[in-house]
């Protein structure tokens, strides 16, 4: 089974799915738009919350990090004066700077998960979407920044004129994700924002014309016209989607077949089957429940 991942919604669904399915059957393919270099250290945040999911280390309050973690070396480069952009945990770094250091000794980034993928004991397949670098930038009345920034740095509160995903035109999918993708017949596109978490994945040469070939089951992030979580109302308004379960079939409108959308959505689309359940995962329980939902859906 393959799944399209970024940000926090689909790895709330991956920490279900695993526990339903037998992890080996399961490719995930990440967002790497959002990879920074903080402090001399390669911060791969979409990634790193799937391999923190699978090993059950993810901070569950926020959905990134490592629960328990402690931030010693954030808080002595604090008094030093130099300010991080992120609020590193000590463990979570532990991780950045083996991962930095692989790709140093000449390892892609794909490599490099893997690497960590193994140590960390998972069986799951997790595929950077590219080994290519690339970054999302958001246009803001001030200027372009990096999506770190805007989401972090300044809290998502700019206003978003445009989006871009910087190296998209030289980027490519790697060998390892076209393989995945070969072996099935069907994808599932998880409940991530479709502009940032999703849309660099789709931006890859060729990553399109593939899904035309699959069923494709995505689930939206939109609920009675609010994101669940995230950025995702700016991200679409700009990019002219309206912020609905509707906007989301769009963005996905050459390759949908499917889209699962909460039960109190009032949703009909032409071309597509739309399926209804709670989508809200607030607890293991209910993201068990939604994985069961998709997995019968498939």
Not at 26 to 47: H, K, M
Request: hydrophobic fraction near 40%; charged fraction near 25%.
């Amino acid at each position: 089974m393959i799944i399209l991942s970024g940000g926090t919604g689909t790895p709330k669904l991956l920490s279900g799915l695993k526990r339903i399915i037998p992890e080996e059957s399961i490719a995930v393919i990440v967002n790497t738009a959002e990879d920074r270099w903080i402090s001399g250290n390669l911060v791969c945040p979409d990634i790193d919350t799937v391999l923190y999911t699978f090993t059950d280390l993810i901070d569950e309050d926020k959905w990134w990090g490592i629960k328990g973690d402690t931030f010693y070396t954030h808080e002595s480069l604090k008094k030093l004066g130099f300010h991080e952009l992120m609020r590193l945990g000590d463990q979570d770094r532990a991780l950045h700077i083996l991962r930095s250091e692989l790709l140093r000794d000449g390892f892609t980034l794909t490599q490099s998960i893997d690497e960590l993928r193994c140590s960390f004991r998972i069986d799951a397949r997790i595929l950077p979407m590219s080994d290519d670098p690339l970054a999302t930038m958001i246009l803001t009345p001030e200027g372009e920044v990096h999506f770190q920034d805007f989401w972090i740095k300044r809290q998502g509160k700019p206003k978003v004129l445009g989006v871009r995903f910087d190296g998209l035109d030289k980027a490519e999918p790697t060998p390892e994700v076209i393989n995945a993708l070969n072996c099935e017949d069907s994808v599932i596109i998880g409940p991530s924002n479709p502009i940032t978490s999703i849309g660099p994945i789709l931006g890859l040469k060729g990553m399109r014309s593939i899904l035309q070939k699959k069923k494709v089951i995505a689930i939206s992030p939109i609920v009675e016209g609010k994101p669940v979580s995230g950025p995702a109302a700016k991200l679409m308004n700009a990019m002219g989607y309206e912020v609905s379960s509707v906007g989301v079939a769009q963005c996905y409108a050459d390759f949908l077949d499917v889209l699962v959308v909460d039960r109190k959505e009032d949703c009909i689309l032409p071309d597509v089957s739309v399926l209804k359940t709670d989508i809200m995962m607030g607890s293991l329980e209910r993201s068990i429940q939604l994985a069961k939902f998709i997995v019968d859906s498939v």
